[in-house]
């Protein structure tokens, strides 16, 4: 298949025109990637489980692992849940369109293709002008999962999305780098607490502050165990996966810094290729291997918005062992920790 690439000229200024060819592919039953402000995501009609097959066939995903249903206004949230429970209606009022996902009981409408056999359906309702468009322009709501080939670092420009998806879909829309970076929030709110599934750029802080309590689903927490059961069956995946070996390195960031620095310099004496991954404020103390600053400490949302770029990186560079400063576990920084430790395959090592 040809993959048909669109440049959106102005996405503060889009014109219907740009993006009616993709929402007819959409309708039509094909699939589109296209910008969201979290990361790329590969879009298919929710609602045709023809549809759905095809995204997991092109990013090689196990069908277990359900996808998102994405929306543009709350009218064309009713007819795919059973219920709109309370929690759920204020953190609509207060997140959406946004980095928010939510799990709510599903309607009879939203086929089990789509939701990898749950009785549950993941809806966000994106902010970012070209996906919000694209959505209403197609009239069905959009599965989209992240646009990478499964296991990857999720996509965060169309580049990323043409090196895993050229020739697998019908078309891919480039409105440019996204602003956030990581994937959204998801909360589950179709029980009698609010669960956080995946931490995002609607932290647990500012979740809290809307409904009260919110709890963490276990497997946010540790490694997978043997009777590992996330309630976000994606959760169970390493995710976010480097070709290298990546350690994470925690501790005062002296101690890091040195550490780094000691185990950067061995593996490249045992001719390995070394990537580190280090901040503005770290950056000049480095001095062994592949050094990629991910922003700054001081303003985490531009770690988070560079975060997936730099890994990526590192697999085009062919790196065979990474080392990375860690963060902070409060606000966003829970979102960067918790992408960092799956990508290390929580191989993390304390410092003193
Ligand atoms: O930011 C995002 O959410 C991006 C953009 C494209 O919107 N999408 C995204 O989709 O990250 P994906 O498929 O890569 O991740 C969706 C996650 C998976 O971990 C999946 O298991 C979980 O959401 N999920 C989907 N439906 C669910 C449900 N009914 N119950 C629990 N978890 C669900
Ligand atoms: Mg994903």
Request: charged share 25%; glycine share 8%.
């Amino acid at each position: 298949m040809q993959t048909k690439l669109v440049k959106i000229k102005d996405s503060e200024n889009i014109k219907d025109e740009e993006l009616s060819e993709a929402a007819r592919i959409l309708r039509e039953g094909g699939l589109v990637a296209f910008p969201t402000e979290t990361v790329y995501g590969l879009g298919a009609n929710a609602l045709n489980e023809d549809a759905a097959k095809k995204i997991y066939a092109a990013k090689g995903r196990p069908s277990d692992n359900p996808l998102i249903a994405h929306i543009s206004c709350m009218e064309e949230l009713e007819p795919l849940v059973a219920e709109i429970p309370e929690a759920g209606r204020k953190l609509a009022e207060a997140y959406w369109p946004g980095p928010l996902t939510m799990v709510f009981p599903k309607s009879s409408i939203v086929p089990y293709g789509t939701t990898g056999g749950l009785d549950t359906v993941a809806v966000r309702m994106p902010k970012d002008p070209v996906a919000n468009r694209l959505i209403a322009l197609a009239g069905v709501p959009v599965a989209a999962p992240s646009a990478n080939t499964s296991g990857r670092p999720s996509p965060t420009t169309a580049q990323h999305v043409w090196q895993d998806m050229e020739g697998k879909i019908e078309m891919i829309l480039d409105g440019g780098p996204v602003g956030i970076g990581v994937e959204s929030t998801i909360v589950d709110v179709s029980g009698p607490v609010p669960t956080l599934l995946r931490p995002g750029a609607v932290t647990m802080e500012m979740l809290r502050a809307t409904v009260g309590e919110v709890e963490t689903d276990p497997a946010l927490l540790g490694p997978p165990g043997a009777d590992f059961r996330p309630k976000a069956p994606g959760m169970k995946y390493r995710h976010y996966a480097p070709h290298a070996e990546l350690t994470l390195l925690e501790g005062p960031l002296e101690a890091v810094v040195g550490r780094i620095n000691f185990l950067a310099k061995e593996k490249l004496g045992q001719k390995y290729r070394v990537g580190v991954i280090c901040t503005d404020e770290t950056r000049d103390r480095y001095r062994y291997g592949e050094i990629r600053s991910v922003g700054q400490r001081a303003h985490e949302e531009t770690i988070a918005h560079n975060l997936f770029a730099v890994l990526r990186e590192f697999d085009d560079l062919d790196v065979d062992y990474i080392y990375s400063e860690s963060f902070s576990k409060d606000h966003l920084g829970q979102a960067i920790m918790n992408r960092l430790t799956k990508a290390a395959g929580y191989h993390i090592m304390k410092v003193q």
